[in-house]
């Protein structure tokens, strides 16, 4: 996800791609001055976390989920299913709190608070970005501090944090975005069915789209922001930020476009102001076709 970019909010200078923004971003310290180089991830003196002796390697069910998603034998369910009990890594940084004037006149940190980094998707949306491994959060940002927490509470945390997407292992060989729908059933625990295999979903698009003679179907396929491509550029049929279900509206032949085009606009609307059909979807595109005659 090499596309993405940090947030512009002046709290959160963060780095966009790997590179020279990251010299001024976070310290290579904490606020009691003690390098996080080599931190040990376990034990009292990190209490941001309890996963005591952890080593920073990747969760193996997490690890085989996105082998078989890539190899196409997986889905993004699977991934969810993942995640849903692993523990992974956040990355924070130190944001000054107060300053403070030395003797010389220069400011000082008198206070660090520490911050998530947020990066933003190249639609705008605000993503939480986290990570496998210690390794790989600190390939991407040698400046952050690696937290771990079980993806549930980081998913929770993306809520809290008005974020849309959960990316995980930006910058990395393979970069898998959960998208808001997935994010939020994360953080709440519960089982996800993407959209464009979900059948309250079909259902709620039936019953939208009664009573217009000339609509024969409208299909639900998955839309093309879905499949993603790893560093390579080989195609992964999932982990894409969306946009995320496509709805195929079949129209009697001869219809009119314009007259397609008006019913596929009123449909829409309906949709869109179903809240049950807007928690489960993320993002559309609409496609117009004709029934052979």
């Known amino acids: ?76 369910a699977g991934v969810h299913r993942a995640l849903s009990q692993a523990r992974i890594f956040v990355a924070v940084v130190a944001q000054l709190g107060e300053e403070a004037m030395t003797e010389h006149g220069f400011a000082a940190d008198k206070e660090a608070d520490m911050a998530l980094v947020k990066i933003k998707a190249p639609d705008g949306r605000m993503a939480l970005p986290v990570f496998t491994t210690v390794e790989r959060l600190q390939a991407w940002h040698d400046q952050a501090r690696p937290v771990a927490v079980y993806a549930p509470r980081a998913a929770l945390s993306a809520v809290s944090e008005e974020a849309q997407l959960l990316v995980l292992d930006p910058g990395n060989d393979f970069t898998f975005v959960l998208r808001r729908p997935g994010m939020w059933t994360l953080a709440k625990q519960v089982d996800w069915t993407p959209s464009y295999l979900n059948e309250q979903v079909a259902k709620l698009v039936e019953e939208a789209t009664t009573g ?27 982990g894409g930020a969306g946009p995320e279900l496509n709805l195929q509206f079949v129209f009697a032949a001869g219809t009119p476009e314009a007259e397609a085009r008006h019913i596929t606009q009123n449909i829409h609307g309906l949709l869109a102001q179903n809240p049950e059909f807007a928690e489960a979807v993320d993002s559309i595109e609409v496609s117009l076709h004709s029934a052979p005659n």
């Open 212 to 238: 217009h003679q000339k609509l024969r179907t409208v299909k639900l396929a998955p839309g093309r922001g879905v499949g993603s491509r790893d560093q390579l550029g080989a195609p992964v049929l999932g």
């Open 1 to 76: 996800m090499s596309a993405l970019h940090p947030e512009s909010e002046p709290a959160r200078h963060l780095p966009g791609h790997i590179a020279a923004a990251l010299a001024q971003a976070g310290n290579h310290a904490d606020s009691a001055g003690q390098s996080w180089d080599g931190r040990d991830l376990s034990g009292e003196e990190n209490p941001l976390h309890k996963f005591d002796k952890d080593d920073g390697s990747a969760d193996a069910g997490v690890v085989q989920a996105l082998a078989e998603l890539r190899a196409g034998t997986g889905d993004e």
